[in-house]
């Protein structure tokens, strides 16, 4: 089965600073400047097109990103090519780099992203040709227009679209998410971005889920909501060996168990299992595309409620 992803590829640099963000919540200063000891800096491949991708691979899909890279892309492309990623819709810029994230993660998992575009500035293009073929697209965080653009291509070529919004929600209107909304099939969003999607839309939860044919909702330790077949169904998060080392990039192997769950045609009660359980592992270690994947590990682990007999081959 083949998946287009749509996104950004990029280099991150994930800097551990030694206090939570919150201590500095509503602290009254003279300076806006803040500045944190940093025990642990480490740069990783990263992007979620390559994230969501790398995940797909490991689950044994055809995952084609859809992007624009830069003059620095060669290691990168060797790194996927060896992964089985398809790499025939990412476009080579060679006079500029690749986007480049600069990530604040505090030990409580909270993060403040900084985020060079570089050859991510310009929209990739989803011709008619590559969309040929393709069981299902993931449209991940970009640029406002080219995450419109997409969705609506997507949609004319009858594929069914899951929408991740992500930190760009707030660059689209509430004109624009509800059409989103409309044409999309799947839509996730962590809490924060789904009240600002609900504000600007004026939807409640039941009004958008009722719009498509999956809602889900993540809160990270606590958890995340489906909400499918006119039922919220509560999912809980998964832990492993090791805890939480770097929450760079569990959305994005979120979302990778997540469509494998609706590519299988799995119960709606039994959605986004899969996708927490890759959360926990992408967690337990540092960078995005470092953690691996055993089908027998997945089914033998406790407490994740999956039949005896895996559909997934």
């Known amino acids: 089965m083949s998946v287009l992803v749509s996104g950004n590829i990029a280099v991150d640099m994930v800097v551990a600073i030694d206090e939570t963000l919150a201590s500095y919540r509503g602290v009254e200063r003279d300076s806006a400047d803040m500045a944190f000891l940093a025990p642990e800096i480490h740069t990783s491949y990263g992007g979620c097109a390559a994230n969501i991708s ?12 859809v992007a624009v890279v830069g003059s620095d892309f060669p290691p990168y492309r060797e790194h996927l090519l060896k992964l089985g990623i398809d790499l025939k819709h990412v476009r080579v810029d060679e006079s500029v780099l690749s986007a480049r ?6 030990p409580a998992g909270a993060q403040i992203t900084a985020f060079h575009p570089g050859a991510a500035a310009q929209q990739a293009q989803l011709s008619e040709a590559a969309t040929r073929g393709a069981e299902l697209a993931v449209v991940a965080p970009t640029f406002r227009q080219a995450m419109i653009d997409h969705v609506r291509a997507l949609t004319a070529a009858d594929i069914p679209t899951l929408l991740i919004p992500g930190q760009v929600v707030t660059e689209f209107s509430g004109e624009d998410l509800r059409e989103l909304i409309a044409l999309a099939s799947y839509l996730v969003v962590n809490e924060e971005e789904r009240r600002v999607l609900q ?5 409640t ?11 889900v909702t993540t809160n990270g330790a606590a958890g995340s909501v489906v909400h499918a077949g006119g039922r919220a169904h509560p999912v809980a998060a998964v832990s492993v060996p090791g ?15 997540l469509v494998s769950e609706i590519l299988e045609g799995k119960r709606w009660s039994a ?19 470092t953690y691996s994947f055993s089908r027998e590990h997945y089914y033998a682990s406790s407490g994740i409620g999956c039949p005896r007999q895996p559909s997934i081959q």
């Open 54 to 65: 790398y995940g797909l691979a490991l689950l044994g899909y055809e995952a084609s990103p």
């Open 101 to 106: 994230c600069v990530i604040l993660s505090d």
């Open 199 to 203: 504000q600007r839309t004026g939807y």
């Open 205 to 215: 939860t039941t009004e958008v889920a009722d719009r498509l044919q999956i809602y």
């Open 243 to 257: 805890g939480m080392v770097d929450p760079t990039g569990c959305g994005d192997a979120y979302t990778a168990g």
């Open 271 to 289: 959605m986004g299992q899969l996708g927490s359980f890759l959360a926990a592992l992408n967690g337990a270690v540092r960078g995005t595309q």
